[in-house]
Nanobody
Framework: QLQLVESGGGLVQRGGSLRLSCVASGGTLDYYTIGWFRQAPGRAREGVTS????????SYADSVKGRFTISRDNRKNTVYLQMNSLRPEDTAVYYC??????????????????WGQGTQVTVSS
């Protein structure tokens, strides 16, 4: 059973940066599309970005284009989310997830099979 663990969240000021990591155990990420999602209090889970298993294709939600970058290192069984120019509206719990489909569009939760427990990102104004 694939297990995912996110880390790297925290409190940062507006305009700051954070790098989130998603480490897999119990299996290899080599064959999975990985998505990052976020959920703010009272809001639905939102797809932020995804990366195909080979790392050659990525997708981003319009709200994060040009500020967030997803990458992966399959040798380390790890996917990263570099978040720059953070805004208060980026505040949420961030989750990584693994699935077997890549659509080229921002990820949709129902497309993913395995989920991490989430890491809190708080951006102060």
């Amino acid at each position: 059973q694939l297990q995912l663990v996110e880390s790297g969240g925290g409190l940062v000021q507006r305009g700051g940066s954070l790098r989130l990591s998603c480490v897999a155990s119990g299996g290899t990420l080599d064959y999975y599309t990985i998505g990052w999602f976020r959920q703010a209090p009272g809001r639905a889970r939102e797809g932020v970005t995804s990366i195909v298993s080979s790392g050659t294709s990525t997708s981003y939600a319009d709200s994060v284009k040009g500020r967030f970058t997803i990458s992966r290192d399959n040798r380390k069984n790890t996917v990263y989310l570099q978040m720059n120019s953070l805004r208060p509206e980026d505040t949420a719990v961030y989750y990584c997830a693994a699935g077997t489909f890549y659509t080229g569009s921002p990820p949709y939760p129902d497309e993913y099979d395995y989920w991490g427990q989430g890491t809190q990102v708080t951006v102060s104004s």
